[in-house]
């Protein structure tokens, strides 16, 4: 792409991360103006972008549908003004987690997301630490990029721990653990999580047995949604005497803040990189 055809574009939400993207890569900026209705409705205003190269920076936390729907405004007054090319950057893209039919009747909802995206004239997307990147059935160029190297790296220069195990609180998230582990040259095990699908009733057990006592457990996750499954897994490790529990989330985090204190009571010390739009990925 050419610097002179390429625009950064993000709603106010999203023009932190936006602005200083667009001063390293020494391309124009266009901000995203957003007007929301009494009755929830939203609209926006973006001047004319024919023939750029646009690139949207765009999460969809919650409320998602939302925000989803002012993405897709968006990218459709991009595609109507004739630009060369859509990039949406969605550090969050909701619905990932919505990647299988469990119960009769249900409907794999991020790939009615990623059809519309490519209705719309979307030509790629890049999204950080998705959930299940792989399975993403998009028709487009498509980039998961992880902050798992970062986050490591801040471990091994900032943090000194004796005899660390890298815990995965399901089997979906063992690979990433398996990156972080060897990055910071540590065992990893994971936990085994098993939800009802019609309660929403959360267990966690061990998968296998490794000696654990006395040990500190780096407990790597993609996202917190309310904490439940989190706090159950730091409960169970504190259980089988583990003396210290840590949890690292690479960048999603949103919705947990009313166990929040109860995270840190059960976990002595407490790290967390906190999603955008909060400047960029901070350690707190």
């Given at each position: 792409?050419?610097?002179?055809?390429?625009?950064?574009?993000?709603?106010?939400?999203?023009?932190?991360?936006?602005?200083?993207?667009?001063?390293?890569?020494?391309?124009?900026?266009?901000?995203?103006?957003?007007?929301?209705?009494?009755d929830g409705e939203c609209k926006i205003r973006l001047d004319n972008v024919a023939k750029r190269n646009c690139i949207i920076i765009h999460s969809t936390y919650p409320p998602t549908d939302r925000h989803l729907m002012q993405l897709f405004m968006i990218i459709y007054k991009c595609k109507e003004d004739g630009a060369n090319n859509i990039c949406v950057v969605s550090p969050y893209l909701a619905y990932t987690r919505q990647d299988k039919v469990f119960i009769d009747g249900e409907i794999i909802t991020?790939?009615?997301?990623?059809?519309?995206?490519?209705?719309?004239?979307?030509?790629?997307?890049?999204?950080?630490?998705?959930?299940?990147?792989?399975?993403?059935?998009?028709?487009?160029?498509?980039?998961?990029?992880?902050?798992?190297?970062?986050?490591?790296?801040?471990?091994?220069?900032?943090?000194?721990?004796?005899?660390?195990?890298?815990?995965?609180?399901?089997?979906?998230?063992?690979?990433?653990?398996?990156?972080?582990?060897?990055?910071?040259?540590?065992?990893?095990?994971?936990?085994?999580?098993?939800?009802?699908?019609?309660?929403?009733?959360?267990?966690?057990?061990?998968?296998?047995?490794?000696?654990?006592?006395?040990?500190?457990?780096?407990?790597?996750?993609?996202?917190?949604?309310?904490?439940?499954?989190?706090?159950?897994?730091?409960?169970?490790?504190?259980?089988?005497?583990?003396?210290?529990?840590?949890?690292?989330?690479?960048?999603?985090?949103?919705?947990?803040?009313?166990?929040?204190?109860?995270?840190?009571?059960?976990?002595?010390?407490?790290?967390?990189?906190?999603?955008?739009?909060?400047?960029?990925?901070?350690?707190?």
């Amino acid at each position: 792409m050419e610097k002179n055809d390429t625009v950064i574009i993000s709603d106010d939400r999203n023009s932190s991360l936006a602005k200083k993207i667009s001063l390293q890569l020494d391309v124009e900026y266009k901000n995203t103006e957003l007007r929301v209705f009494a009755d929830g409705e939203c609209k926006i205003r973006l001047d004319n972008v024919a023939k750029r190269n646009c690139i949207i920076i765009h999460s969809t936390y919650p409320p998602t549908d939302r925000h989803l729907m002012q993405l897709f405004m968006i990218i459709y007054k991009c595609k109507e003004d004739g630009a060369n090319n859509i990039c949406v950057v969605s550090p969050y893209l909701a619905y990932t987690r919505q990647d299988k039919v469990f119960i009769d009747g249900e409907i794999i909802t991020i790939n009615l997301v990623t059809k519309i995206l490519a209705s719309l004239g979307t030509t790629k997307l890049i999204t950080v630490d998705s959930h299940s990147p792989n399975l993403l059935n998009c028709s487009f160029a498509t980039i998961d990029l992880t902050a798992i190297p970062s986050l490591s790296a801040y471990v091994k220069k900032n943090m000194t721990i004796n005899n660390p195990i890298v815990v995965s609180p399901d089997e979906g998230g063992i690979e990433r653990a398996k990156k972080f582990a060897r990055l910071i040259n540590a065992n990893m095990l994971s936990l085994v999580k098993t939800r009802d699908r019609f309660t929403g009733h959360v267990s966690i057990s061990l998968s296998e047995q490794l000696p654990l006592k006395k040990r500190t457990a780096l407990i790597v996750d993609d996202m917190i949604s309310t904490g439940t499954s989190v706090i159950k897994a730091i409960e169970l490790l504190k259980k089988i005497t583990l003396t210290t529990c840590m949890l690292y989330v690479p960048t999603h985090s949103y919705s947990m803040m009313p166990k929040k204190n109860y995270l840190k009571q059960v976990s002595r010390k407490y790290y967390l990189q906190i999603q955008f739009p909060m400047n960029l990925p901070k350690l707190i």
